[in-house]
Antibody, heavy 124, light 110 residues
């Protein structure tokens, strides 16, 4: 059974860089059938897609975050990572990683399963 | 890329049916049959309930169904049960390899 687990600091200072890693177990991140994605949820608010990565390293990002986000993959460790630069209090959220389904013409179409999520607070 | 529009809340009594709408544009919901729905209980990760507008993953009860008309997708839950009380989010492919979520709907089982 595929499982995903987020890890990283729970507290980041304003203007610094948020870094999280998602470890995939029970399956290979090098599968050609899926992307791997990051989604976040500010406290009491809705879900926001951050971006996806393919095992080859190709990425797609939310246009509203694209200038600050980098997603990378390490197939040798079965992990993928998120870096979000120049964070502010508005970046405080629970960050989830998830497997992403691929439909026709490489379009992404669903998230399943999800990691349990990790709360990252931006505060000095 | 704007969030899809969902009602903030819906409610129903046990055994009844409820429908949650998800309105987008001709650039997302209206242009692609890649709408998915997620159930989220408090302090839990979201769970995939419907994908590709109408398909149910293995293990999801057939009380959950999805549909789409024009720029609006819908999730219908029939035979409402207490454990269906949760937040529900829609998500659509939005072109250029991007995805967009709805704002979420809180379902209350009366």
């Amino acid at each position: 059974q595929l499982q995903l687990q987020e890890s990283g600091p729970g507290l980041v200072k304003p203007s610094e860089t948020l870094s999280l890693t998602c470890t995939v177990s029970g399956g290979s991140i090098s599968s050609s059938s899926y992307y791997w994605g990051w989604i976040r949820q500010p406290p009491g608010k809705g879900l926001e897609w951050i971006g996806n990565i393919y095992y080859s390293g190709s990425t797609n990002y939310n246009p509203s975050l694209k200038s600050r986000v980098t997603i990378s993959v390490d197939t040798s460790k079965n992990q993928f990572s998120l870096r979000l630069r120049f964070v502010t209090a508005a970046d405080t959220a629970v960050y989830y990683c998830a497997r992403v389904g691929i439909a026709a013409r490489r379009m992404a179409n669903w998230f399943d399963p999800w990691g349990q999520g990790t709360l990252v607070t931006v505060s000095s | 890329q704007s969030a899809l529009t969902q009602p903030r809340s819906v409610s129903g009594s046990p055994g009844q049916s409820v429908t949650i709408s998800c309105t987008g544009t001709s650039s997302d919901v209206g242009d692609y049959n890649y709408v998915s729905w997620y159930q989220q209980h408090p302090v839990k990760a979201p769970k995939l309930m419907i994908y590709d507008v109408t398909k149910r993953p293995s293990g999801v009860p057939d009380r959950f169904s999805g549909s789409k008309s024009g720029n609006t997708a819908s999730l219908t839950i029939s035979g409402l049960q207490a454990e269906d009380e949760a937040d529900y989010y829609c998500c659509s492919y939005a072109g250029s390899y991007t995805l967009v979520f709805g704002g979420g709907t809180k379902l209350t089982v009366l």
